[in-house]
């Protein structure tokens, strides 16, 4: 699989993940709504804004993931893609087989 191939298809994989996130998002802001549930005197009001807050996070990661996915095509339009962008060096196919939007080799995402 080229990497335009694998970037379209993470998309689509990150494009359906935050599509079911969102629903759960909706879900558990609806059945909050449905309560009268005080998060702060209520034992189940915690659970409530922890799984509305863990949704959320998920939510944000998904959006983050997807930036990535665009700036990834935008280094395959330019000529970069698969070129650490800390050393100059070939990201490993391997690495992108398994990460396409990285932009780091594996020897410089291990150093933050």
Known sequence: MDAAARLDAERARTLRRLASLSDDYA??????????ADDEHDPEGATIAFERSQVGALVAAARTQL???????????SG?????????????????AVRPAARRCVGCAGRR
């Open 27 to 36: 879900e558990v802001v609806a059945a909050s709504r449905d309560t009268n």
């Open 67 to 77: 930036g990535e996915i665009v700036a990834a095509e935008q280094r395959l339009v």
């Open 80 to 96: 970069t893609y698969g070129v650490c962008e800390r050393c100059g060096e070939t990201i490993g196919g391997e690495r992108l």
